[in-house]
T-cell receptor, first 110, second 117 residues
């Protein structure tokens, strides 16, 4: 399966700033999900957006999906040091399988 | 809810030995479990999908005789790395879905760091 590309690969911001990560994928999807991974740990599910949705919010997270451009973005507002982690998009094409993107390493500095 | 555990969290073994990693869903019945492999600073690569009571489906390029997967119950799947070599050193992560939870979402274990000397 082909992975999606995430951009940027690494992002460093100051606490309180917003962080935006982008994900592009190649095949048609049923849904797109974002996960967070703290260093050396498992993944935590953040948010799922379905192919017929364009935008979704959850707390400080905002996800957009543009199926015509095969892209999605994750915005974290008012970032905190605890948001430091790697963020992965994952596309679901049916049958429960997920294809993960290359990831963005976010560092939020005090 | 939807907690998945893995054991062990770290394992160091000698080349040529076999290592078994357990993945358990603690508070739900996982009809499907997935095994991933992750190299440092890289993404997760799906190795195989297993459904309870049936044979695992391996992704292209993954040797089924080397990475033995057993999903004998709705709460336990095991991955055995047979005749491990240094190139098998990696971070192995399992995930689970099912049990009335959203079929689209996978719940991940904390991972197992395997080092083969």
């Amino acid at each position: 399966s082909q992975q999606g590309e995430e951009d940027p690969q690494a992002l460093s911001i100051q606490e309180g700033e917003n962080a935006t990560m982008n994900c592009s994928y190649k095949t048609s999807i049923n849904n797109l999900q974002w996960y967070r991974q703290n260093s050396g740990r498992g993944l935590v599910h953040l948010i799922l957006i379905r192919s017929n949705e364009r935008e979704k919010h959850s707390g400080r997270l905002r996800v957009t999906l543009d199926t015509s451009k095969k892209s999605s973005s994750l915005l974290i507002t008012a970032s905190r040091a605890a948001d430091t982690a790697s963020y992965f998009c994952a596309t679901g094409g049916g049958g429960n399988k997920l294809t993960f993107g290359t990831g963005t390493q976010l560092k939020v500095e005090l | 809810g939807a907690v998945v555990s893995q054991h062990p969290s770290r394992v160091i073994c000698k080349s040529g030995t076999s290592v078994k990693i357990e993945c358990r869903s603690l508070d739900f019945q996982a009809t499907t479990m997935f095994w991933y492999r992750q190299f440092p600073k890289q993404s997760l690569m799906l190795m195989a999908t297993s459904n309870e009571g049936s044979k695992a489906t391996y992704e292209q390029g993954v040797e089924k005789d080397k990475f033995l997967i057993n999903h004998a119950s709705l709460t336990l799947s095991t991955l055995t790395v047979t005749s491990a070599h240094p190139e098998d050193s990696s971070f192995y992560i399992c995930s689970a879905s099912g049990g009335g939870l959203s079929a689209d979402t996978q719940y991940f274990g904390p991972g197992t760091r395997l080092t083969v000397l």
